[in-house]
């Protein structure tokens, strides 16, 4: 695994406000697991403002759905940790925050609270986009509390970017 440093987000955070400036674009997150970290990675830098909407730091359940409107049930019935609840969270994210993107993150960073079917480093991924379409992943990470969430931001902001290059028209 990767290990990522304050550079590496730095930069995975300049690439992702580049091309939504670039495209006149406005992004919205929803997290859990990090915390606030994506948006603080967003944010650190000059200027966010024109393209960063809004962030949801959605840590407990009841938040999920006061917040972000992530319907209880699914939570009881996939568990917060799931790919539908990181789907309901970017959905939730980009209608809440009247933004083009979002993207959110759902886990178990650690070192309690897993189980063998989501042990410590599960995280969900959600990238809600401009056409409708919502993706999600589903990612296991290696290390402590603190390598599984900044893991977690990398990738949050690595899949916006994939998803910038990929084949839908925006």
């Not at 970290?37 to 944010?43: F, G, M, P």
Request: proline share 5%; hydrophobic share 40%; aromatic share 8%.
């Amino acid at each position: 695994m990767t290990q990522h440093n304050d550079r590496d987000l730095n930069m995975l955070a300049a690439a992702v406000a580049q091309w939504l400036t670039t495209h006149g674009r406005v992004l919205a997150v929803a997290e859990s697991c990090t915390g606030g970290w994506v948006a603080k990675a967003l944010t650190d830098l000059p200027g966010s403002s024109a393209w960063f909407g809004q962030g949801f730091v959605t840590y407990s359940n009841e938040a999920k759905t006061q917040a972000i409107g992530v319907p209880p049930a699914l939570i009881e019935s996939d568990g917060a940790v799931s790919e539908t609840v990181a789907c309901e969270m970017a959905l939730g994210a980009q209608r809440n925050a009247v933004s083009d993107f979002a993207v959110s993150t759902t886990g178990i960073a650690g070192p309690g609270g897993g189980s063998p079917d989501k042990p410590v480093g599960t995280v969900c991924f959600g990238w809600a986009l401009p056409n409708g379409v919502v993706e999600t992943e589903r990612h296991h990470f290696e290390g402590d509390r603190e390598a599984v969430r900044r893991a977690s931001v990398a990738q949050a902001l690595e899949g916006l970017l994939d998803r910038f290059a990929g084949p839908l028209s925006f």
